[in-house]
């Protein structure tokens, strides 16, 4: 696992409930894809709520926020969530 990639782990498993990480700044051509994997993941997991916002045309930042652990599939990705 890269370096990255161990980043991204040693958060998931010590972030608490309500802490945020931008994991991913790109155009929707350049997204890493094992970090995007990775997160995508753990949403499926309920570990976070995946969610953007825009930078300017075509890039955006991407966001995890720390959910409770007993949330289970609760926050399925895909679905559309207003703010």
Do not use: H
Not at 52 to 61: E, S
Request: hydrophobic share 40%; aromatic share 16%; net charge positive.
């Amino acid at each position: 696992m890269s370096a990255k990639m161990n980043r991204f782990q040693t958060w998931l498993e010590t972030a608490e409930f309500g802490d945020v990480i931008m994991y991913l700044q790109a155009d929707t051509a350049q997204r890493d894809r094992q970090v995007s994997a990775f997160f995508y993941q753990a949403a499926k997991d309920g570990k976070v709520f995946l969610y953007q916002k825009r930078i300017r045309t075509g890039v955006f930042n991407y966001y995890a926020k720390r959910i409770r652990p007993k949330a289970g599939r609760v926050l399925a990705p895909g679905e559309i969530y207003e703010y």
